[in-house]
């Protein structure tokens, strides 16, 4: 299994944010396993959102309210056009 992507909670330490794996850990949760090996990413939230965003591009399909949330929050801190270019 390929290892979740997290990183650093910013505001509580030694919390995580989980970047990517969240169906991963979904499942696993289900079936009671408490422990999964993680990748830690030190990386800003922003960059996690498209680093997540990218990810997910690869391997799934988009929640639309979701990627709107997400996309909205990103636009606080890019434009459109870099957006676009940064995104699949």
């Known amino acids: 299994m390929e290892p979740l992507k997290v990183m650093p909670e910013p505001e509580r330490e030694g919390c995580f944010l989980l970047i990517d794996g969240y169906h991963r850990w979904k499942a696993v949760a289900d079936l009671g396993i408490d422990e999964l090996p993680c990748e830690v990413w030190e ?3 922003e960059e996690a959102k498209i680093r997540g965003l990218q990810l997910n591009y690869l391997r799934g ?6 990627l709107a949330g997400v996309l909205h929050d990103l636009g606080a801190t890019y434009s459109l056009e870099d957006l676009a270019g940064m995104l699949p």
């Open 43 to 45: 990386i800003s939230v």
């Open 61 to 66: 399909r988009p929640v639309p309210q979701r």
